[in-house]
């Protein structure tokens, strides 16, 4: 998936911010990363509502940095090195291995 | 510097007044507790998700206050404390002589918060889907659990504890029982949502604060969300002195977390500790057994600590949490009270 690294300082960030944290620069460009699963859950229930099939939900640290919430593919586990995209705003796992 | 308190009922979604009249409830409540009229009040802070299109200019017009003194406050579960620090600061400094704090919310849906709380969330997070801040917190858990060796059982520890504060019983077992919302978290986790209002009065009065601080954005929401900022603001008291903690309680973790960071000691002694009484923390049953009333959630704890301060505890801290920015809290704080 697509990132933002800071030309200044290549400190890679997403979601996207308006100034660099770590150099305070306020230019960017995009860079592709993948990553590694930290944690997995399943969310089965919300508010008056049930999820079928229940969505798998990790947080993946992405190799430029950025920590991000992520959908999943059933079956993923902590430690896997995954490929993702951005499918209408939400980090997705693509298929296949990484 | 704290004179007066009220907290209203609590309301399931759709049941309860509109905000607006939640919070008059609670003024009035908190102004009679202290023993003041509204013509004494000269500064009001208002926290609310709900009161749209209305401000807190509104609720000062709708209450017939003449201010000197006006803050508008959005900082979620951190808004009690965050209002609680401007208005001492204001009576401090003579901008003011009487504040009144007023954090609420009537809810019929939660949904449109709970998905689109920041444009972060609603851009990146609700598309997932991630069913509110349940996944980013039972995500959190996870951590927690593997860097402390922790299982569900300390949490629960804590869970039970609190309904027992509360008044209703909630076994170990029951609690283990429950079914699974987001994997580690259950239903008895995952505070339910109310609506409801709390009220303080800041102004010479029986309570003094000792100490307040807060942090905002300490891990630029790449951390392991296993630190709030609390530990690294410099409050004057030492663990043992103090009689009850009230601590956000939005998921038991949390409140593990900030008792840690707060130099109370490591989790699962600390959950051990709470279980049998040695350690009173949220003495009225928190958000986990009498549910999140939206922002006055974060002043129950306030108010609560005040309540026990008048029943003989000396010494009480309050902390706050929130505003999930993407994965968790972006604002910590705490406030050290003890009787004047």
Not at chain 1, 45 to 59: K, Q, V, W
Not at chain 1, 60 to 70: Q, T
Request: glycine share 12%.
């Amino acid at each position: 998936m697509i990132v933002w690294v800071c030309t200044g300082c290549g400190r890679g960030a997403f979601p996207r911010r308006l100034l660099c944290p770590d150099c305070g620069g306020g230019e960017w460009t995009e860079a592709e990363s993948e990553g590694v699963v930290e944690e997995v859950t399943v969310l089965r229930r919300g508010p008056g509502r049930t999820y079928e099939p229940a969505p798998s939900i990790g947080s993946v640290r992405l190799d430029l940095g950025p920590l991000v919430v992520a959908r999943l593919e059933a079956g993923t586990a902590p430690g896997d090195r995954i490929r993702l995209r951005l499918d209408g705003g939400a980090p997705t796992m693509l298929g296949g291995d990484a | 510097m704290i004179a007066g308190i009220a907290e209203t009922p609590y309301f399931r979604l759709g049941e309860g007044p509109p905000a607006l009249e939640l919070l008059a409830d609670a003024a009035r409540g908190a102004l009679a507790d202290a023993g003041l009229a509204p013509r004494d009040v000269d500064g009001l802070a208002v926290a609310s998700f709900s009161l749209a299109p209305d401000r807190a200019i509104d609720v000062a017009w709708r209450l017939g206050l003449r201010l000197r003194w006006l803050s508008d406050e959005a900082t979620g579960g951190a808004s009690a404390l965050n209002m609680l620090q401007h208005a001492l600061r204001a009576v401090e400094a003579g901008d003011a002589k009487v504040v009144l704090l007023l954090a609420g919310d009537s809810f019929t849906d939660f949904s449109p918060i709970a998905e689109s709380l920041n444009s972060a969330m609603r851009d990146h997070l609700t598309p997932i889907p991630h069913g509110g801040p349940n996944a980013l917190f039972a995500l959190l858990t996870q951590r927690h659990m593997a860097a402390h060796g922790l299982a569900r059982e300390d949490y629960g520890r804590v869970v039970c504890a609190q309904h027992a504060a509360a008044g209703r019983e909630l076994s170990l077992e029951e609690y283990l029982a429950a079914p699974m919302v987001v994997d580690p978290l259950t239903r008895y986790d995952c505070v339910p949502i109310r609506s409801g209002a709390c009220a303080v009065v800041v102004a010479e009065g029986e309570v003094r604060i000792r100490s307040i601080g807060a942090r905002f954005n300490l891990d630029q929401q790449e951390g392991d969300g296993l630190r709030t900022g609390l530990g690294e603001i410099p409050l004057d008291f030492r663990p043992a002195e103090v009689d009850v903690a009230e601590i956000y309680d939005d998921y038991p973790a949390m409140v593990l977390v900030q008792l840690e960071e707060l130099g109370f000691g490591a989790p699962r002694e600390l959950a051990e500790r709470i279980a049998g009484g040695r350690l009173r923390v949220n003495t009225a049953g928190g958000q986990l057994a009498n549910g999140q009333a939206g922002i006055a959630g974060g002043m129950h704890g306030l108010v609560e600590a005040v309540r026990q301060l008048r029943g003989g505890a000396r010494t009480a801290l309050v902390t706050g949490y929130g505003m999930i920015v993407y994965r968790h809290g972006a604002i910590a704080n705490a406030a050290v009270l003890e009787r004047s």
